[in-house]
């Protein structure tokens, strides 16, 4: 009985320890704190909204940065952009804008085409 007792300890342990690890990855920070969308009604430019923390303030140049590492990494993965884009506008969430998600930063990004040559 003893035996097994310590089997199910490891295997809490193990857990627990996959689960911090997973939480503290790159790919889980860019899903739980920004998204990447097209407008409902079209347009030739993507959203891209993001979260303020404390980790991550709002006029902070490493916060920015990081930022701008997911906005890439959410291209890059989305195969859009591969001209190269550019960030039309940044702002804050308006009051009556539709933000289910409860987001405070929105991006408004457009890709650079460039014509066939």
Avoid at 44 to 70: G, Y
Wanted: overall charge neutral; hydrophobic content about 40%; charged content about 20%.
């Amino acid at each position: 009985m003893t035996r097994l007792v310590w089997l199910a300890v490891l295997f809490v342990i193990a857990v627990v320890s996959g689960c911090a690890q997973m939480h503290n990855n790159e790919d889980h920070q860019r899903h739980s704190m920004s998204r990447i969308s097209q407008p409902l009604n079209g347009g030739d430019f993507l959203w891209f909204d993001v979260k303020v923390t404390p980790q991550l303030p709002l006029d902070n140049e490493a916060a920015e940065q990081q930022r701008q590492i997911w906005l890439q990494s959410w291209l890059v993965r989305r195969n859009m952009c591969p001209d190269g884009y550019e960030i039309v506008e940044r702002r804050p969430f308006e009051f009556l804008e539709h933000n289910p998600a409860r987001l405070d930063i929105r991006y408004k990004v457009k890709c650079i085409v460039v014509a066939p040559g």
